[in-house]
């Protein structure tokens, strides 16, 4: 395993360790305060930044996207709104459909990831394209309508959206450390990312994302900054105690006793939520993390290769519980 796992309960650490090489060439090790990429575990970000405009009046779940973007999609539905957006459920089509494509580096092979460096640099890739399906359509991971999240929030803040996010939420929960980075500007304590290649040797992914993340993927944390982000919320730093219950409730089914809300996926039993699920994927990085709201344990799990992370989270709960 080569990463960081965090774990806390209430304002107790339990576990903080760190593993492998963050640079393999210079043989710079991992630490507790090293950051990692967490792929999709960033769209909790996007998406608490709507929660928070809305705490503000800007617009509400139920506001149309024709009405909070000034920007031409023209086979996309009128009734698509920020609600659909957020659950997966626009039916607009992505920019990397995962029932199609398994393979996410291969969408640079025509197109330099070296240029997608903001959210409108993704446009290309969706905005001329029919829609997959109606609006309210079951729910279908999409990465393209947290794109467009991301586009709401510069419209509608006159921010860049990684300077909305990093002085909105990674500030005001205290993830001093965190920040959307440039691949080829990392800076000091960040890991690169590593793919296995078929002879057991490493190389970087660097050629294999996006030059610089945003609303869909690509955040850079510590495994400590982002349990933070759970005591942040709990506390009401981040949103007002009305747009917290709505921000952590369920939304709709995804599967049996896994429900999806606004702050990601959730295991329920009956209408209780049991823990809150992050989750992400990306070649050379692999990220978990969960939350029990009810006994107020955090698991953070990030890892700079693109296996292993659900088995070390896993086996933390198996001892954790098992107390």
Same mark, same amino acid.
């Given at each position: 395993?080569?990463?960081?796992? #965090?774990?806390?309960?209430?304002?107790?650490?339990?576990?903080? %360790?760190?593993? @492998?090489?963050?640079?393999?060439?210079?043989?710079?090790?991992?630490?507790?305060? *090293?950051?990692?990429?967490?792929?999709?575990?960033?769209?909790?970000?996007?998406?608490?930044?709507?929660?928070?405009?809305?705490? %503000? @009046?800007?617009? &509400?779940?139920?506001?149309?996207?024709?009405?909070?973007?000034?920007?031409?999609?023209?086979?996309?539905?009128?009734?698509?709104?920020? $609600? $659909?957006?957020? *659950?997966? *459920?626009?039916?607009?089509?992505?920019?990397?459909? %995962?029932?199609?494509?398994?393979?996410?580096?291969?969408?640079?092979?025509?197109?330099?990831?070296?240029?997608?460096?903001?959210?409108?640099?993704?446009?290309?890739?969706?905005?001329?394209?029919?829609?997959?399906?109606?609006?309210?359509?079951?729910?279908?991971?999409?990465?393209?309508?947290?794109?467009?999240?991301?586009?709401?929030?510069?419209?509608?803040?006159?921010?860049?959206?990684?300077?909305?996010?990093?002085? &909105?939420?990674?500030?005001?929960?205290?993830?001093?450390?965190?920040?959307?980075?440039?691949?080829?500007?990392?800076?000091?304590?960040?890991?690169?990312?590593?793919?296995?290649? *078929?002879?057991?040797?490493?190389?970087?992914?660097?050629?294999?994302?996006?030059?610089? @993340?945003?609303?869909?993927? @690509?955040? #850079? +944390?510590?495994?400590?900054?982002?349990?933070?982000?759970?005591?942040?919320?709990?506390?009401?730093?981040?949103?007002?105690?009305?747009?917290?219950?709505?921000?952590?409730?369920?939304?709709?089914?995804?599967?049996?006793?896994?429900?999806?809300?606004?702050?990601?996926?959730?295991?329920?039993?009956?209408?209780?939520?049991?823990?809150?699920?992050?989750?992400?994927?990306?070649?050379?990085?692999?990220?978990?993390?969960?939350?029990?709201?009810?006994?107020?344990?955090?698991?953070? +799990?990030?890892?700079?290769?693109?296996?292993?992370?659900?088995?070390?989270?896993?086996?933390?709960?198996?001892?954790?519980?098992?107390?």
């Amino acid at each position: 395993f080569s990463g960081s796992i #965090y774990v806390r309960c209430e304002a107790e650490i339990l576990f903080s %360790e760190a593993f @492998g090489c963050a640079d393999i060439s210079g043989k710079i090790m991992n630490h507790q305060k *090293t950051r990692f990429s967490i792929a999709s575990g960033s769209k909790i970000f996007t998406a608490a930044a709507i929660c928070m405009l809305i705490d %503000e @009046g800007k617009f &509400n779940f139920d506001s149309r996207l024709v009405d909070c973007l000034d920007i031409e999609f023209p086979y996309f539905e009128e009734e698509i709104t920020l $609600h $659909h957006l957020l *659950t997966h *459920t626009s039916g607009v089509p992505d920019y990397f459909d %995962e029932d199609v494509m398994d393979d996410y580096e291969a969408l640079w092979e025509e197109r330099p990831m070296y240029r997608m460096r903001s959210p409108k640099d993704f446009l290309p890739m969706f905005q001329y394209e029919q829609m997959d399906d109606v609006p309210g359509s079951a729910l279908k991971y999409n990465n393209a309508g947290y794109i467009i999240l991301g586009l709401v929030i510069e419209q509608t803040s006159g921010m860049a959206f990684a300077d909305y996010i990093e002085q &909105n939420i990674f500030k005001k929960a205290g993830m001093f450390a965190s920040g959307y980075f440039s691949a080829d500007v990392l800076p000091a304590n960040t890991a690169a990312g590593y793919i296995e290649n *078929t002879d057991g040797s490493w190389k970087s992914n660097i050629f294999s994302l996006p030059a610089k @993340g945003g609303p869909d993927c @690509g955040a #850079y +944390v510590t495994a400590e900054d982002f349990g933070l982000l759970w005591q942040a919320l709990r506390d009401g730093k981040i949103l007002s105690e009305e747009m917290k219950q709505e921000f952590l409730k369920p939304q709709m089914s995804a599967a049996e006793d896994i429900q999806y809300g606004y702050a990601g996926y959730m295991e329920t039993a009956g209408k209780t939520v049991v823990k809150y699920i992050q989750m992400g994927y990306d070649p050379g990085v692999n990220f978990r993390a969960v939350h029990y709201p009810n006994q107020d344990y955090t698991i953070v +799990v990030c890892s700079n290769k693109s296996d292993d992370a659900y088995e070390m989270l896993k086996e933390a709960e198996s001892l954790i519980l098992d107390e």
